[in-house]
């Protein structure tokens, strides 16, 4: 048989017909069997396709293809006898909002008692509380909410109690219009109408009551089919980091670098890893582990770099930012971070580092004395330097941070995180603060022209500051705090005097 014959055949006028042409004249047996392997949805999505199927669908003799196709789902509830199995199962799996003229989808909720899905507008414009019953529908007896189902929520559920009784508005005006219809043929004296109506009073509160009772049911069904979800999906999920995680392994990484990976969102997904699936996700996944390699190499040889530099320069260089490797342009450095392969750093890699480490960290000084030169205005009279002693080095010319972090100086800068954003400056040159710290040199005993901060830490000397009547009274301040205590308390605007604390030996 060819292909085309398979795809399509000849319908009685010419026309093309599908494959599923030909399923409505298979006897019901065959039919049973077949479709007694689909869900309830695919049911109904099949009886939407053709009339003839829909016919099958729809017939007394579909009725135990549903069956079929509901137990292929463990304790799906049974139809109740008043709806349809396709609108049983139009409830349960389609989300559409059930209110008046709504069109919206993606509802979750379901009224099991009401057997309705409603958007929280079509809920609170539908739902009636049984307390403004009687206000809401004046020409009804208050025995009608009898004959009717009820929901324990309502559209404005906190302000009820759990209690109380909601009603659906749209059955309440359907049967409405059944009662009127009984009442006028009571008042035109048919024939039986009186029994007629007691009848349909009798049958309606009886569906009414098991509805209400049924709705437990179908809850604990929905409870439970949603922990098997969550678990059916959580398999699956564990499953694909497992899977993910040993080809990785495979590949050379080691089982701590791969459990970095497991909440990434292409790993934790509740799907089977094919191999399709592998191929498309392993060059992204591979760019992050190396990232994260990366990032953990970088952060090993700052360790070492920063240990170089509090030995060197003190502990001013404790807290060092990291980031600086990645700004500044040493290529042996670079290249040791960026090697390929999958290890982090070995001990002969770190042996190599501290070989490197002191032209490292000369390269990266120069580095750091040029940006703050740069920062300094060409206005500023170049200082009588001393050898030895470059002019970013000096107490004068430290900078001051915008986001007050206050005065940064030298060497401590260069840890600065704020000092290495060099599309936006941070940290800036201050005439002001210059002027304040020139006089506490000069308090000090200092010349502004060779004093830096390591000379001025190193004459450990207090002073008072003379400024104002308030301030002779404080105690003695280190250079440092005398410099704080003059940008902030005087805003750098009055002009400084000092004097030494003759109380410290």
């Known amino acids: 048989m060819s292909r085309k014959t398979l795809n399509s055949s000849k319908g009685t006028k010419g026309k093309i017909c599908g494959r599923l042409a030909v399923l409505p004249s298979m006897p019901l047996d065959i039919l049973l069997e077949i479709f007694g392997h689909?869900?309830?949805i695919d049911l109904l999505q099949l009886s939407r396709a053709n009339k003839a199927l829909n016919k099958i669908m729809m017939s007394n003799s579909g009725v135990s293809l549903w069956k079929a196709a509901r137990r292929n789902i463990p304790a799906f509830p049974e139809t109740p006898g008043d709806m349809s199995d396709a609108e049983w199962v139009h409830l349960i799996f389609e989300t559409n909002c059930h209110g008046p003229g709504c069109k919206k989808k993606g509802i979750r909720k379901i009224d099991w008692a009401l057997r309705i899905r409603g958007c929280e507008r079509c809920w609170k414009e539908n739902v009636v509380w049984s307390g403004r019953f009687a206000q809401q529908f004046p020409e009804l007896e208050l025995e009608v909410m009898q004959l009717l189902p009820y929901s324990s929520t309502g559209g404005w559920a906190y302000r009820y109690l759990s209690n109380n009784q909601f009603y659906w508005r749209p059955a309440i005006l359907a049967l409405s219009k059944v009662l009127d219809e009984y009442t006028k043929n009571i008042q035109l004296r048919k024939p039986g109408a009186e029994a007629a109506v007691n009848a349909f009073r009798k049958v309606q509160a009886a569906r009414a009551e098991t509805a209400v009772k049924y709705a437990s049911v179908c809850k604990a069904w929905e409870s439970d089919a949603a922990d098997n979800r969550r678990k059916t999906l959580q398999i699956l999920s564990d499953d694909r980091?497992?899977?993910?995680?040993?080809?990785?392994?495979?590949?050379?990484w080691s089982s701590e670098h791969v459990e970095e990976l497991k909440r990434h969102n292409l790993v934790r997904q509740s799907k089977e890893l094919t191999e399709r699936v592998w191929?498309?996700?392993?060059p992204q996944l591979e760019k992050e582990l190396q990232k994260r390699r990366y990032n953990r190499r970088r952060t090993d040889i700052c360790i070492l770099f920063e240990d170089y530099l509090v030995k060197n320069w003190g502990d001013g260089l404790r807290n060092l930012f990291w980031g600086i490797i990645d700004m500044i342009d040493i290529a042996?450095?670079?290249?040791?971070?960026?090697?390929?392969?999958?290890h982090d750093l070995s001990p002969n890699e770190l042996d190599q580092c501290?070989?490197?480490?002191p032209a490292w960290a000369d390269e990266w000084l120069e580095w750091a004395r040029k940006q703050i030169l740069a920062k300094i205005p060409s206005t500023v009279e170049e200082p009588k330097e001393t050898p030895g002693n470059s002019r970013v080095e000096l107490a004068t010319s430290t900078l001051t941070c915008c986001f007050g972090h206050g005065p940064q100086y030298w060497p401590e800068i260069v840890a600065h995180k704020c000092f290495y954003n060099l599309k936006f400056p941070q940290v800036v040159?201050?005439?002001?603060?210059?002027?304040?710290?020139q006089s506490v040199v000069h308090a000090v005993g200092l010349s502004p022209?060779?004093?830096t901060p390591f000379q001025l830490d190193a004459h450990d000397v207090r002073l008072k500051c003379a400024s104002t009547e308030s301030c002779v009274t404080m105690g003695g301040m280190s250079w440092r705090d005398a410099v704080e205590h003059c940008s902030t308390r005087h805003d750098g605007k009055a002009s400084p005097s000092w004097c030494l604390d003759r109380g410290v030996p």
């Open 38 to 40: 689909l869900r309830p």
């Open 241 to 252: 980091i497992h899977e993910v995680s040993a080809r990785f392994m495979n590949l050379g």
């Open 279 to 282: 191929v498309n996700i392993r």
């Open 332 to 342: 042996s450095l670079k290249d040791i971070v960026k090697t390929d392969g999958t």
């Open 354 to 357: 501290r070989d490197l480490l």
């Open 429 to 437: 040159y201050d005439p002001g603060l210059s002027a304040i710290i």
């Open 449 to 451: 022209d060779v004093a």
